[in-house]
């Protein structure tokens, strides 16, 4: 028999689903799954606006108002904090983009559907690894100029503080164009 790890996203947003964030929790306790609660971010087409945006505090606290949780050690490179449930046979995490961004950690690239590299979710820029490919390119260059034109934080794009984004200025894909 195979197991399979199982995760599950749920991007949580204030006064739409942060009151299923323990029927989610619930869920954990027979079933060996791993959920990720993960900050509404600004993308563009969502409406993202800050007043939506449930925090890592938020998150936590909901779920310590009826659970006690421990938290697992990160591994290099994580994007999520992680926590266990004492008793319950899954786990959950909580992606914190917004409220504790994890960019000086971060190593992950994104290849979208129609074969642009990005460096990050946030960034603007994108590398076209599909023509290079089509026209029988060496694309190992352009994936390691694809990462070292990684910016410092949020792709360049967003300042550390959430409650400032104008979403309108963003430049950058939705989330479902980019694979996520």
Known sequence: QHKIAVKINMVVMKDLN????????EWTRHHPVQIRFIEFMP???NKW????MFSL?????SIEKKYTILPVE???????????????EGSFAVISTMTAPFCSTCNR???TADGKLKNCLFSDGETDL????????????????????KKKELGGQLGAHFEDIDASAIKNRSMITIGG
């Open 18 to 25: 942060d009151g299923e964030i323990n029927d989610f929790i």
């Open 43 to 45: 993308f563009s087409g």
């Open 49 to 52: 606006t800050n007043n939506k």
């Open 57 to 61: 505090a938020e998150i936590l606290g």
């Open 74 to 88: 990160a591994e290099p490179h994580d994007t999520a904090k992680r926590f266990i449930i004492p008793g319950h």
């Open 109 to 111: 690239m994104r290849l």
């Open 130 to 149: 599909l023509s290079a490919l089509r026209n029988n390119e060496d694309v190992v260059p352009l994936i390691k100029a694809s990462i070292w034109s």
